[in-house]
């Protein structure tokens, strides 16, 4: 046997010698339905090319500095994985993550170009799913597997710059939710992407884009209460 055959051996035992761990260690970790969204940063690799390493790394974590702020005021919302330009959140339920998106996206259309350039606006995508995932009990950080986040995987690739995108699911559990939205926020049509836009996914992945009217958002009064909680100034101490 030659040591690289060897080598090959060794690696292969250590993976196989696991599996029965791995498959217990799944069966243990629960099952959690939540709403998933992956939000990114549009054309960060382009603009790390050709505005240098520094400016990319600022652009990305002015990206970061936005989702955290934006969501900061939910505290059911999770935000459990980066992934460089990229980041992963969580929620029970879909009201505080569709505002929170809604604040992400307004404020990246807001910094267009002050946080980019005209050849590279700052612009985000977002995608919302639903469903259960496994919340991986054996890793060190939160963490979650399932079909449910590779459809938000999917659908962000479809999304156009400052878009949301919500699954076809997501959206008909919350038709009544959704419709408080309805001073600003529309959804159009069922639409199903491409077994390319899919990456060949078994099972069709269908979502409806939300089309957001920016001044009439701004214009909006209700809803986002815990911005507005956190927002309002307390009562003033009195004076000794």
Request: proline share 6%; glycine share 8%.
């Amino acid at each position: 046997m030659t040591p690289n055959s060897y080598y090959l051996l060794r690696i292969q035992a250590d993976v196989i010698s696991r599996r029965d761990e791995l498959l217990q260690a799944f069966e243990l970790s629960p099952d959690e339905s939540n709403y998933w969204a992956f939000v990114d940063l549009v054309g960060s690799s382009n603009y790390r090319l050709t505005r240098g390493a520094q400016e990319g790394y600022v652009r990305g974590e002015e990206f970061y500095g936005l989702v955290y702020s934006a969501i900061g005021p939910y505290r059911e919302i999770e935000a459990f994985k980066e992934l460089g330009d990229g980041v992963l959140l969580s929620c029970k339920n879909l009201r505080p993550l569709f505002e929170s998106c809604l604040l992400v996206v307004q404020t990246a259309d807001n910094l267009a170009e002050v946080a980019g350039t005209k050849a590279f606006p700052f612009a985000v995508r977002v995608s919302i799913s639903y469903g259960a995932c496994k919340r991986l009990r054996m890793r060190e950080l939160p963490d979650y597997i399932g079909s449910p986040i590779d459809e938000a995987a999917r659908l962000n690739g479809a999304a156009k710059p400052n878009e949301i995108l919500i699954s076809h699911g997501a959206h008909q559990l919350n038709s009544q939710v959704l419709s408080d939205f309805a001073d600003f926020a529309t959804f159009g049509a069922v639409e199903q992407l491409s077994p390319q836009q899919s990456k060949n996914m078994v099972t069709p992945v269908r979502y409806r884009r939300a089309l957001i009217d920016g001044d009439a958002f701004r214009r909006h009064e209700g809803g986002f209460a815990p911005w507005r909680s956190f927002a309002e100034p307390g009562p003033a101490s009195e004076s000794p």
